[in-house]
């Protein structure tokens, strides 16, 4: 499964639609992030990609150009092993991808937060509010998929890619986008457990607004419909699409979600 709003990139790749490269986070000891971040009116709206997406996918260059328009400060970046950040996508956990996120939160950021996940990125981006309470003001998830290393991908693997991961570390994966498959670590799929959130209620102090498609093959909208349910915040409302699929990426589905951002955005600004 993933949300892949255009083909998985090779670490170290940076395709720009904005015409400028990223800058670069470096930190001792880890990895170089890619990231594109543009100042305006604050909270920052942070856009976090889906599972072997790049910040270059389509929701995220639509929302960086409609943030541009509204002069809204706006970051998006590439997790370690994704686009223009360096690592190996195969060799990277959940936990490391949030450990980016925060190290972009904390590095490059200032004030509150308005979080937009996608798809994996919605669980990124609800451990990040947990992590991060103070600094978090509100939540946008589009497919939502947390715990889908458990929920959803431990369950489908086949016997032949189990014994894949258990003699090699990897196993390859088919993907419906076109992209061809794409490599499952053994890392991903065993520390992905250490950070569920749908196992009790989730203490973010900020509003949430779910999107998911109802005819999204990836990712069913239950998790959406989940995720709402355990968000002890009052303030959390799921949109269903009846049409809609994982990527949610047709014109009509980035104008609404355009629209949930604004709205959501003007309510929590300071």
């Known amino acids: ?46 856009f976090l ?13 639509f929302l960086d150009e409609r943030c541009r328009a509204w002069h809204r400060s706006f970051l998006r970046f ?23 996120a925060l190290a972009l939160l904390d590095r490059v950021t200032d004030g509150p937060c308005l979080l937009v996940g996608s798809s994996m ?8 509010a947990l992590a991060r309470p103070g600094r978090v003001a509100a939540l946008v998830t589009v497919a939502a998929a947390p715990d889908f290393t458990e929920l959803l991908l431990r369950p489908a693997l086949t016997a032949a890619q189990k014994a894949d991961l258990a003699r090699q570390g990897w196993t390859p994966r088919p993907s419906r986008y076109g992209d061809g498959p794409y490599p499952i670590g053994r890392r991903l799929v065993e520390e992905g457990k250490h950070h569920r959130v749908l196992t009790g209620p989730i203490a973010v102090p900020a509003p949430l607004r779910a999107i998911h498609g109802l005819a999204d093959p990836d990712v069913p909208f239950g998790l959406s419909l989940r995720l ?8 959390a409302e799921a949109l269903l699409v009846k049409d809609g699929d994982h990527r949610l990426s047709r014109p009509e589905d980035l104008e609404r979600l355009a ?7 003007r309510q929590v600004r300071p």
């Open 1 to 46: 499964m993933g949300c892949q709003d255009t083909p998985h990139a090779p670490a170290g790749a940076a395709a720009v639609p904005d015409q400028q490269q990223p800058r670069r986070l470096t930190l001792a000891g880890r990895p170089s992030l890619g990231y594109h971040l543009h100042p305006g009116a604050g909270p920052t709206i942070v």
């Open 49 to 61: 990609g889906g599972f072997a997406s790049t910040m270059d996918g389509t929701k995220a260059a």
């Open 78 to 100: 590439d997790y370690r092993g994704h686009g223009a950040s360096d690592g190996a996508f195969v060799d990277a956990t959940i936990g490391e991808w949030l450990d980016d």
């Open 121 to 128: 990125g919605a669980w990124i981006a609800t451990l990040a």
């Open 228 to 235: 709402v349910q355990a968000w002890q915040h009052p303030d």
């Open 259 to 265: 629209a949930v951002v604004d709205r959501l955005w």
